[in-house]
T-cell receptor
Framework: GAVVSQHPSWVICKSGTSVKIECRSLDFQATTMFWYRQFPKQSLMLMATSNEGSKATYEQGVEKDKFLINHASLTLSTLTVTSAHPEDSSFYIC?????????????FGPGTRLTVT | KQEVTQIPAALSVPEGENLVLNCSFTDSAIYNLQWFRQDPGKGLTSLLLIQSSQREQTSGRLNASLDKSSGRSTLYIAASQPGDSATYLCAPRVQAGTALIFGKGTTLSVSS
C-alpha cells in the first residue's frame, strides 16, 4: 500500500505556543488530505478535509483559526495548532487519498502525539 | 450524518477461537468500507477494503462481509492469536474522495 509519513511523531509544547505537524505522501499524489484527532480511548474524529491548492473544509465544532491547514502540494499537508492549550493534547493522524483510482482508498500516517503543558 | 456503531466494544478470548466483530452504519448509501487495526498508541493498519458492489473480501485469516442494504459489515477472524490483540475499527465512505467515518472500535484481547 501507499505510504504516508508524519513529523514529528511526538511533541511536547508549552501552553500558548504553536505547533506544526507535517504529513507527506511518499509514493503517491494525495489530491485530498484528511486530518483526524483521537482522544484517549475514543475513535478518530475528522477535523478537516483539504484538496491541493484549496482552502480546507472544517467539520462542525473545529476552529479553523486555531487549526490551520495548508495543502500546498500533492505530497505535503501541514496542520498548525495555534496558541495550543492543554485540551488540545491529543493524537493527530493525517491520511491521503488519490483521485482516479478504481477503488478509492485512504492511506494513514503513523500519527503525532501532542502534549501541551 | 453517517454514524457507525461497533459491537462488542471489547472482547477477551483464548487463543484459537474464531471471532465475529460487528459494524453497523446509518447511511447505507456507501461507496466502500475499510476495516483497520490500531495497536495502542499507534496509527492505523488497513486490513481490508470492500467496495459497495462486493459482498466480501478475504485476507489470510480475516474475512470481511458487507450487507449494504442493511447497513452492516462483519469482520471474521479465524483461529485467533495473541498477536491479534488490538482495536479493530470499521469505517465506511459515502463517496469517493470523501473521508472515512469511524466507529469507536472493538478492543480485542487474545490470551495464550
Amino acid at each position: 500500500g501507499a505510504v504516508v509519513s508524519q513529523h514529528p511523531s511526538w511533541v511536547i509544547c508549552k501552553s500558548g505556543t504553536s505547533v506544526k505537524i507535517e504529513c507527506r505522501s511518499l509514493d503517491f499524489q494525495a489530491t485530498t488530505m484528511f486530518w483526524y484527532r483521537q482522544f484517549p480511548k475514543q475513535s478518530l474524529m475528522l477535523m478537516a478535509t483539504s484538496n491541493e491548492g484549496s482552502k480546507a473544509t472544517y467539520e462542525q465544532g473545529v476552529e479553523k483559526d486555531k487549526f490551520l491547514i495548508n495543502h500546498a502540494s500533492l505530497t505535503l499537508s501541514t496542520l498548525t495548532v495555534t496558541s495550543a492549550h492543554p485540551e488540545d493534547s491529543s493524537f493527530y493522524i493525517c491520511s491521503g487519498g488519490e483521485a482516479g483510482l478504481a477503488a478509492y482508498e485512504q492511506y494513514f500516517g503513523p500519527g503525532t502525539r501532542l502534549t501541551v503543558t | 450524518k453517517q454514524e457507525v456503531t461497533q459491537i462488542p466494544a471489547a472482547l477477551s478470548v483464548p487463543e484459537g477461537e474464531n471471532l465475529v466483530l460487528n459494524c453497523s452504519f446509518t447511511d447505507s448509501a456507501i461507496y466502500n468500507l475499510q476495516w483497520f487495526r490500531q495497536d495502542p498508541g499507534k496509527g492505523l493498519t488497513s486490513l481490508l477494503l470492500i467496495q459497495s458492489s462486493q459482498r466480501e473480501q478475504t485476507s489470510g485469516r480475516l474475512n470481511a462481509s458487507l450487507d449494504k442494504s442493511s447497513g452492516r459489515s462483519t469482520l471474521y477472524i479465524a483461529a485467533s492469536q495473541p498477536g491479534d490483540s488490538a482495536t479493530y475499527l470499521c469505517a465506511p465512505r459515502v463517496q469517493a474522495g470523501t473521508a472515512l467515518i469511524f466507529g469507536k472500535g472493538t478492543t480485542l484481547s487474545v490470551s495464550s
